[in-house]
């Protein structure tokens, strides 16, 4: 048995949208199951995101902190951001939100690994970019407002953060993910061998 997740869709009868907001709505579908019954899902409609690990030449992650409201904590973070405009090139905005949130930019990118963040409730696909050879942008930083105007940068040590996230004091999803993918890939078959930076996306497909 090959072990990989493939698609598939299951007939839906009828879809509402209650909600709409300023990026994401809420979905309301009524889905038939393999029995025949029809079940209501409701789910969060996202564009999609793209998140950075940012790796120094002294193996340290650029990591930023940052207030998350339905949570009520600080969260340690990579950058990362929401995929604004239907079919973007996600290493493009990748790079602009290293810029951004960082006034970083890269030499090499890799593309380390792809997610969705909650399947069971959202359909946002998060593409997580391996970055190195890194350097200062050039030009004035990028004006941050609201929660960002409150947010630290740091580098950390790659191996702190994984004591971090094993201790249950690193939350972030993005980070958890992109640190330990990190790790396995150097165990591994090398970082060479990582996928291209704009290898194909299926769940978000985007433009070359």
């Not at 996600?90 to 006034?103: I, V």
């Not at 942008?137 to 040590?157: C, S, T």
Request: glycine fraction near 6%; charge should be negative.
């Amino acid at each position: 048995m090959q072990v990989q997740d493939t698609p598939e869709e299951w007939r839906v009868v009828t879809t509402a949208t209650p909600f709409k907001g300023n990026k994401t709505s809420v979905r309301t579908d009524d889905v038939v199951m393999p029995d025949g019954s029809v079940v209501r899902r409701d789910y969060q409609v996202h564009p999609g995101s793209v998140a950075v690990l940012a790796v120094d030449d002294q193996d340290r992650v650029l990591v930023l902190r940052q207030y998350r409201h339905p949570v009520r904590q600080k969260l340690w973070e990579i950058p990362a951001g929401l995929l604004d405009v239907p079919g973007e090139n996600p290493l493009h905005a990748a790079q602009r939100e290293l810029y951004e949130e960082a006034h970083a930019k890269a030499g090499e990118w890799r593309v380390l690994t792809d997610v969705y963040t909650t399947p069971g409730g959202c359909d946002e696909a998060v593409r997580i970019f391996l970055a190195r050879d890194l350097a200062e942008a050039e030009g004035e930083r990028f004006e941050v407002a609201e929660e960002e105007a409150d947010m630290e940068v740091a580098r950390v040590p790659l191996d702190e953060l994984v004591r971090g996230v094993l201790a249950g004091e690193l939350h972030n999803n993005c980070l958890v993910v992109g640190v330990l993918s990190l790790v396995a890939a150097r165990a591994g078959d090398g970082l060479d061998a990582l996928r291209p930076a704009d290898a194909p996306w299926p769940a978000r497909p985007f433009e070359a």
